[in-house]
């Protein structure tokens, strides 16, 4: 099937619905693994845009389905850490944790 598709299609352009930025960096990171072997390593999501992580994010997941998304990118911290405050958290916060923490002591 894909011998058939590769000569149907031999002389027509492909047409890939994905947002350029994203498809960009995707062959970026796939030439820079091919020609730096052993010193690759995959794009941090400080790398790329924030207004198109989420783009970036389904682009990967659809060409690298799983663990392979992580050829490409590292994996997605699990705290965002844009939203976390760096002011320490009021009194009345830590009186909560301090008894949270009794507690379950």
């Known amino acids: 099937a894909i011998k058939d598709l590769q000569t149907k299609n ?3 352009p492909i047409f890939i619905d994905h947002d350029p930025y994203c498809f960009g960096k ?3 990171q796939l030439r820079l693994k091919v020609m730096s ?3 690759y390593k995959p794009l941090a999501w400080s790398d790329i845009k924030e207004s198109k992580q989420d783009a970036f994010e389904k682009s990967v997941d659809y060409y690298f389905p799983g663990e392979l998304s992580e050829l490409i990118v590292k994996k997605k911290p699990m705290v965002d850490s ?3 405050s760096s002011a ?3 009194k009345d916060y830590q009186s909560i944790l301090i ?3 009794e ?3």
């Open 99 to 101: 008894k949270f923490y």
């Open 26 to 28: 995707i062959l970026d």
């Open 103 to 105: 507690y379950h002591l």
């Open 82 to 84: 844009r939203n976390i």
């Open 88 to 90: 320490a958290p009021n």
């Open 37 to 39: 072997k052993e010193g």
């Open 10 to 12: 031999q002389n027509r």
